[in-house]
């Protein structure tokens, strides 16, 4: 099955700076999505992105498709920001709509 | 307004006592997802529904069964909870066409005494 793997696993930033989040899948995709899972667990949803780039606020994000890669950028961080970011895909190969999540990346923004 | 709903939000099930979970939606998808996510980790895919059909992953146990009555319901259950089924529960939807963005209901959190 496909491959999500995340980098970094952890970040730390200091309140004001801006980071980069990155996810890459193994194989062609048709679905995309980031997630930041909040304190209790919940999945909010950040963007739906199988393409192309988006941008909310202080979030952005941009797929290559082509490259198998995913990029959530953040900046201006807040301590709100603090949490797990997934990406999670759905693959062309195999069955589809099996979203399958990436690895993760715990960030902790500190004031 | 919530769009997937999951009961109850906390449950706490004694070892080896069946236990159900429950979700809703409002949203009339066609596909219903069941994620396990224990601490620190990603969450994992145990099944889903396209409509009526019945999709299990491969490794997921035979103590893992779900039920999907209608389009707005899906059930998740457990025969013989044990300690390491202790985790949070995530019931998600999509349409699965089109734009498929799927939506996460607050989960559940499970814990086995």
């Known amino acids: ?111 | 307004d919530a769009m997937v709903i999951q009961n109850p939000r906390y449950q706490v099930t004694q070892f080896g006592k069946p236990v159900t979970l429950s979700c809703s939606q409002t949203l009339n998808h066609n596909v219903m997802y069941w994620y396990q996510q224990k601490s620190s980790q990603a969450p994992k895919l145990l099944f889903h529904y396209y409509d009526k059909d019945f999709n299990n992953e491969a490794d997921t146990p035979d103590n893992f069964q779900s039920r999907r009555p209608n389009t707005s319901f899906c059930f998740l259950d457990i025969r013989s909870p044990g300690l390491g089924d202790a985790a949070m529960y995530l019931c998600a939807t999509s349409s699965g066409q089109g734009i498929a963005e799927a939506f996460f209901g607050q989960g559940t959190r499970l814990t086995v005494v």
């Not at chain 1, 899948?25 to 192309?52: A, E, R, T």
Request: with cysteine.
């Open chain 1, 1 to 111: 099955g496909i491959q999500v793997e995340q980098s970094p696993p952890d970040l730390i930033l200091q309140e004001g700076a801006n980071s980069t989040l990155r996810c890459n899948f193994s194989d062609s995709v048709n679905n995309l999505q980031w997630f930041h899972q909040n304190p209790w667990g919940q999945l909010i949803n950040l963007f739906y992105i199988p393409s192309g780039t988006k941008q909310n606020g202080r979030l952005s994000a941009t797929t290559v498709a082509t490259e198998r890669y995913s990029l959530l950028y953040i900046s201006s961080s807040q301590t709100t920001d603090s949490g797990v970011y997934f990406c999670a895909v759905d693959s062309y190969g195999g069955a589809t709509n099996k979203l399958i999540f990436g690895t993760g990346t715990l960030l902790a923004v500190q004031p």
